[in-house]
């Protein structure tokens, strides 16, 4: 019914748009492919429209008006009909009467219109706010009839507080410091060292994690482990220093796309590469890579402007006013990324830490420096250049060895073709091991030399497709009586590639993983392998070559010379750049022939040797460091001639894309405000366009979902959704309020919004309800008490873990850990993959470090309502289950942290179990006992003694499993007592609920 206290007047988006909305939109609202008759009553120029049968809503004589007649009608022309929902109830008939026959205004839905600042209300209790906040809240209490609940009590202000900043409890010195502060601003200088403290972004982050959808693993069938840390690292340290949210909006959307973007911007486009990947045999990459644009779009929406626009993913939105066009004009927004649904998650970087960046920053300029002293014009570099070309030696005189006996073990046909070079044809073999005898054509051999030749089509001389090959071993030996193996000292070649040195063909790896490659110079190149000591050979004798090719994929040769010669100075020609830079007088060579010919010498001048072995040592050290840097995924986008067509999906099917219809340019909603002048068509400006001053909902959303954090329910109930079936505010003026200051006054700061929300009166109030107040507003929206709220699944864990002395808080950020896991945890059906539980420090880090992994979900935040985090969760679900009793009792974790605590009792407290008890609460619940308490606990602990001596080995057990060995003289029976203790105290529910 119509509130008399707006003296009868029918507020249409109060009164009208649910009864609309719940009841007649579905069949007579914005989805075009679903509207009945043609019927429109979203949009009031449709519905006041006079028709063949009249008008469906006539204000000049509101009893014809066709909507009355069929929602008040009893036969078959019903509205809505009996196979479709229910009648309408007698009040909501006479609302839309009222409405009717008050002129049917019709303003637009509220959350769509710009917010303006409300005055501040004026109140009778004008001594109890200590902010503006406060005098909207008592105003509207006092329309109730209600007072606000007195302050609460100093141990329980801290640790709400401390949970709702921080996400942990007080200390025990910390308690005594604020009970023992009694200035007047004792309170809100807790707040200030709250808000400073590392752990203020660990626990903020958690909320926004679940918003990005973040976890370790890729999701999907096989949800195989993905490399995902370094951007949770990003949204603590975004938290912790304060990142406007305007900024924290633009680099996360789009940081790739900043005029100067940097390694931690690119970090931050995480937030939409926590998208799921496909790794199935047999699926299609296109599908899975769209049904991640989507995931983007929708996320986006309800993300940043409480939208829920994935029903218009395949026709018209039934409710709000976004187009099934308009749907894909965002999506053509994020359709221009490189990812691609592929198993190696690319693309992504090298996303060093603040330390490994020291670090490297160090590493390389060891390197620079290196580099500077064997760079030219260096004097010394360029003196050695002159003493190279001074001494460099007449070319070497190699003889083309003569084939006689071709061999392959693969089958693989050997040809010899002109000028000594030998072909190999039939089919590529994965591997093989080529035999060539020949005749030497010399006395005496000093130096082998092995010629790989590019063939006619330009390819390279391997047989893979891109003309590689790598030579893992070559042995070289003698026939005849006289036949013996030959020995190298020395192998160097004119090109080799990273990781692949020529040195690896005569090394002393028998399983053939080293060798010679050429990768990506794939053109002609030669490898110089010198002899131990120079080898006679007899009249007749022939050498036998052995050529192994054991990388595998087709890596092997496939055009070839060998040669020799005894020369015992033997080197390989200089490149044809080189040879032709020699030939060319001094006074006319230009600065790049010159800093080429220098580069040349700087790999030879024996002179320059400990500098290059130094630079090699620095290079080996740098690149090794490297290989331990994490990666990232981000987005990137494709160059422009590489950017997808986008088209409308009918029925929101990427495999039926609406071709007649052509191809969308990306654009936004026409009933949202308008796109930022000169903001660029593409994700950045997507960023832009949400935090503009004149959108009427990302401030909202995100003050409303903040608040519901602190006070358990939001101003707009329906956090997750603010358009036509959204609730309606609580307290709209105090949103609007919120939203403007929060943008305006404070930029965006939401430390300075969290600062506000905590020092207000209304967050300080007791939790102690009036009967007045329960029968009222017993949802306590009005917040005429503060609300009791359970903690998420990471504070009962951290929570647990803090009391007993185990929680390890000395670094912020790193890689994922896991906890203890139940036993009989399986690995995933269709991948072997299961987490291995942490050991040491790691295995007591804070929950929100705790591998995500999709379908194989922690189970203990499960059971405490831990969304998996496979698509957005704007908002977790509160439950009270028999299961998270159980978890409490007996999973590992809890197990562990009650022995933790009853042991830090037993050293804490001595022998004097009343005072032991006293250490208990402090720790655990931030007060001291009740007598009563005590009297119960003492009998627990009392029968527990008796029971466990009456069994030491288990009493053992209990005390030290999974906690290991008791300390020194420690009682077991007395430790196994204290752990039961210290169990039941971790199950109350004043331990799980924040007060």
Not at 67 to 81: A, H, K, V, Y
Not at 161 to 166: E, I, K, P, Q, S
Not at 622 to 643: C, G, H, N, S, Y
Request: proline share 7%; glycine share 6%; hydrophobic share 35%.
């Amino acid at each position: 019914m119509v509130d008399d206290a707006d003296g009868g007047t029918v507020d249409f988006n109060r009164d009208v748009l649910p009864i609309l909305s719940n009841n007649c939109f579905a069949c007579h609202g914005p989805d075009e492919n679903a509207r009945q008759a043609g019927l429109r009553l979203d949009t009031r120029d449709d519905a006041v429209a006079m028709r063949d049968t009249g008008k469906a809503i006539n204000t000049d004589h509101p009893h014809e008006s066709l909507l009355l007649l069929r929602i008040g009608s009893d036969g078959q022309d019903r509205m809505p009909p009996a196979e479709v929902g229910d009648a309408l109830t007698p009040g909501e008939v006479e609302v839309l009467r009222q409405w009717i026959e008050q002129g049917a205004h019709w303003p637009r839905h509220w959350s769509f219109v710009p917010p303006v600042t409300p005055e501040l209300p004026d109140v009778g209790n004008d001594d109890w706010a200590r902010n503006p906040i406060d005098r909207f809240i008592l105003a509207r209490l006092e329309r109730e009839s209600l007072a606000p609940a007195s302050e609460a009590n100093p141990r329980t202000l801290l640790r709400r507080v401390t949970f709702d900043l921080v996400g942990l409890p007080p200390t025990k010195s910390e308690m005594e410091a604020f009970l023992a502060d009694r200035s007047a601003d004792a309170y809100e200088r807790v707040v200030d060292r709250l808000l400073a403290s590392p752990r203020y972004g660990e626990q903020q982050a958690v909320a926004w994690l679940d918003i990005a959808r973040y976890a370790d693993s890729q999701g999907f069938e096989k949800d195989r482990p993905r490399t995902m840390w370094r951007y949770c690292d990003w949204v603590i340290d975004a938290y912790n220093e304060d990142m406007p949210f305007d900024e924290f909006t633009q680099v996360q959307l789009a940081g790739d796309l900043l005029d100067e973007p940097t390694i931690t911007t690119r970090i931050a486009t995480g937030f939409h590469r926590n998208t799921q990947t496909n790794t199935e045999g047999g699926t299609d990459n296109e599908e899975f890579r769209s049904a991640a644009v989507i995931d983007r779009v929708n996320t986006s929406m309800q993300s940043w402007m409480g939208l829920t626009a994935s029903c218009a993913q395949c026709h018209s939105h039934k409710f709000d006013p976004l187009g099934h066009e308009e749907y894909y004009g965002l999506y053509a927004f994020f359709n221009q990324t490189e990812d691609a649904d592929l198993d190696d998650d690319a693309p992504f970087i090298k996303a060093p830490t603040r330390d490994q960046q020291e670090q490297l920053v160090g590493l390389e300029a060891r390197v620079a420096s290196l580099e500077k002293r064997l760079s030219p014009p260096d004097e010394e570099i360029m003196s050695a250049v002159a003493r190279w070309e001074s001494r460099r030696t007449a070319p070497t005189p190699w003889e083309i060895f003569k084939p006689m006996r071709l061999e392959t073990d693969s089958g693989a046909t050997l040809v010899v073709g002109d000028e000594g070079v030998i072909v190999a044809g039939g089919d590529v073999p994965l591997v093989d091991t080529y035999t060539v005898e020949v005749e030497p054509g010399l006395e005496s051999i000093s130096a082998l030399r092995l010629e790989a030749i590019e063939g006619p089509d330009g390819r390279g001389p391997g047989r893979t497709g891109h003309g590689n090959f790598v030579v893992n071993d070559l042995d070289l030996s003698t026939t005849g009586p006289a036949a013996a193996p030959v020995t190298f000292e020395e192998a160097r070649a004119t090109y080799e590639q990273a990781d692949y040195p020529a040195s690896g063909i005569i090394d002393e790896d028998e399983h053939g993983k080293t060798g010679w490659a050429i990768h990506p110079n794939n053109d002609e190149q030669a490898v110089l392998l010198r002899l131990v000591e120079p080898l006679v050979l007899e009249d007749g004798q022939r050498l036998v070559i052995t050529i192994r090719q054991s990388h595998g994929t087709q890596h092997v040769l496939e055009r070839f010379r060998l040669s020799g010669t005894s020369d015992a100075g033997a080197h390989l020609p200089l490149p044809a750049d080189i040879e032709s830079i020699c030939t060319t007088p001094t006074d006319q060579r230009t600065s790049v022939q010159l800093e080429t010919l220098a580069r040349h010498v700087l790999e030879h001048a024996p002179e320059l040797e400990a500098i290059r072995v130094e630079l090699e040592e620095a290079t080996a050290s740098r690149d090794a460091f490297m290989k331990t840097i994490p990666t990232a995924l981000v987005m990137r986008e494709l160059p422009e001639e590489k950017q997808r067509a986008t088209h409308l999906f009918l029925g929101g099917s990427f495999m039926n894309p609406d071709l007649e219809r052509g191809e969308l340019d990306p654009h936004v909603p026409a009933f949202l405000h308008s796109w930022p002048e000169a903001a660029p068509r593409n994700r950045l400006g997507v960023a832009r366009w949400l935090v503009a001053p004149d959108n009427p909902l990302t401030a909202r959303t995100q003050v409303n979902r903040t608040w519901s954090r602190i006070f358990g329910h939001g101003l707009v109930e329906t956090v997750d959704d603010l358009g036509v079936q959204g609730a309606r505010p609580s307290h709209p003026e105090l949103l609007d309020w919120l939203a403007l200051h929060w943008q305006g006054e404070l930029d965006w700061s939401q430390k300075e919004l969290l600062r506000l929300l905590v020092t207000s009166a209304t967050y300080r109030q007791s939790a102690r309800a009036t009967n007045r107040a329960r029968e009222i507003d017993p949802s306590n929206r009005l917040l005429s008490h503060a609300p009791r709220l359970r903690h998420g699944a990471e504070q009962i864990r951290d929570q647990a873990l803090a009391a007993s002395g185990l929680l390890k808080t000395d670094r912020i950020g790193g890689p994922s850990v896991t906890p203890y896991l139940p036993k009989g945890m399986l690995p995933q059906a269709f991948d072997n993959y299961v987490q291995p539980v942490s050991t040491g420090d790691d295995l007591h880090r804070r929950s929100l470090y705790t591998d995500w992994r999709r379908t194989g979900h922690y189970p203990a935040f499960a059971t405490f309502d831990a969304p998996s985090r496979e698509f957005c969760t704007i908002e977790r679900q509160r439950s009270n289950t028999p299961l998270q009793a159980l978890v409490l009792l007996n999973d590992s974790v809890f197990i562990e942290a009650a022995q933790a605590l009853g042991r830090r009792c037993i050293e804490e407290g001595g022998m004097d179990l009343n005072q032991r008890l006293h250490i208990l609460f402090i720790h655990a619940l931030s007060r001291p006992p009740t007598p009563s308490e005590e009297e119960v606990l003492r009998d627990l602990y009392e029968n527990a003694v008796e029971s466990c001596s009456r069994d030491v080995e288990q009493a053992r057990l209990l005390a030290t499993r999974p906690l290991g060995d008791l300390p020194e003289g420690m009682d077991p029976c007395d430790a196994a007592a204290m752990t039961a203790v210290s169990n039941v105290i971790m199950n109350l529910d004043e331990f799980v609920t924040r007060p």
